[in-house]
Nanobody, 114 residues
Framework: QVQLVESGGGLVQAGGSLRLSCAASRIIVSINVMGWYRQAPGKQRELVAIITPGGSTNYADSVKGRFTISRDNAKNTVYLQMNSLKPEDTAVYYC????????WGQGTQVTVSA
């Protein structure tokens, strides 16, 4: 069983920045597709960004140029650097690991005030 633990969420004003972290309990960050998803109240969970084992990244159009996904294989941790935050980025952010099995973290709340 793999555990993913997110941290770094919080309350920030529009235009501000936050960095989310996702620490995995086993060595999977370098071998699985790792991703960040978010779910706003009343909306479906949506993909924010993913990073493949080869290092390729993909972003939702709404966050391109503002968010950056990265990983530290030695720390078995994935990050999401979020800049120029907007109120519409407010959501619970979830870390995901997709390989032979699919794992989710418990989520971390990000609230962006206008």
């Amino acid at each position: 069983q793999v555990q993913l633990v997110e941290s770094g969420g919080g309350l920030v004003q529009a235009g501000g920045s936050l960095r989310l972290s996702c620490a995995a309990s086993r060595i999977i960050v370098s071998i699985n597709v790792m991703g960040w998803y978010r779910q706003a109240p009343g909306k479906q969970r949506e993909l924010v960004a993913i990073i493949t084992p080869g290092g390729s990244t993909n972003y939702a159009d709404s966050v391109k140029g503002r968010f950056t996904i990265s990983r530290d294989n030695a720390k078995n941790t994935v990050y999401l650097q979020m800049n120029s935050l907007k109120p519409e980025d407010t959501a619970v952010y979830y870390c995901n690991s997709r390989g032979i099995q699919n794992y989710w973290g418990q989520g971390t709340q990000v609230t962006v005030s206008a």
